[in-house]
């Protein structure tokens, strides 16, 4: 099998991290609380330049704070919109962005919910088991507008579920019970301090 899927589908070989990430900027993440990372994103309707530019932006965001997956609202923007660079549980890397994604249904018979740990770069510093199907499928559009469809197993699976939820205005704490929630909110309180210091010595390392 082969060891990278790019936009899935398979290549040959493919740098440490995406090309489009040497033509962005690092943007600020949206935390937990803010209004925008709480409510339906909007359709993507115009493609060019500007969402090249993003999807540039959101790649070296990502990149810079260490993360699997990163959508447009956690960058401040109300588009229905996500980029990836994670791993299944195979060790298949997949790497790839997708414009107006929808999480298909999965047929009962085929679905089998893993409770693993998650994370989210909005939620900086807790992770919590969140129980999410083993396989998802996301049909959606490239930045160019043409149909994409990406499947995932395991991990990748489960990024392509928690990245979707965010264009739904959902995060992951939406699915934690009340007293998970608490805990992962006390996380945050003892943690984010240490994953922003994280997140500028990588800045500081891109700039040197």
């Not at 929808?102 to 510093?125: F, H, I, K």
């Not at 499928?137 to 965010?166: I, K, M, N, S, W």
């Amino acid at each position: 099998m082969p060891s990278v899927f790019v936009q899935g589908r398979p290549v040959d070989s493919y740098p440490r991290l995406a090309p489009e990430a040497r033509r962005g900027r690092v943007r600020r993440i949206t935390e937990v609380g803010e209004e925008v990372l709480h409510k339906p994103c909007r359709d993507v309707t115009e493609f060019g330049p500007d969402l090249a530019a993003l999807i540039a932006d959101m790649f070296l965001t990502m990149y810079i704070a260490d993360g699997a997956g990163l959508a447009a609202n956690q960058v401040g923007v109300d588009l229905r919109l996500f980029v990836y660079d994670c791993p299944d549980d195979d060790g298949v890397r997949h790497v790839g962005h997708i414009v107006n994604p929808v999480l298909e249904p999965l047929d009962v018979s085929r679905r089998r919910l893993l409770d693993d740990s998650e994370g989210c770069l909005s939620v900086p510093g807790a992770v919590m088991d969140v129980p999410r199907p083993d396989r998802a499928v996301v049909r959606g559009l490239d930045q160019d507008g043409r149909p994409l469809v990406v499947e995932g197993t395991g991990y990748f699976a489960r990024c392509l579920a928690h990245e979707t939820d965010h264009v739904n205005g959902q995060i992951y704490l939406d699915r934690l019970s009340r007293r998970d929630r608490a805990e992962a909110l006390r996380q945050v309180a003892a943690r984010r301090d240490e994953v922003f210091a994280r997140r500028a010595a990588n800045v500081e390392a891109l700039r040197g």
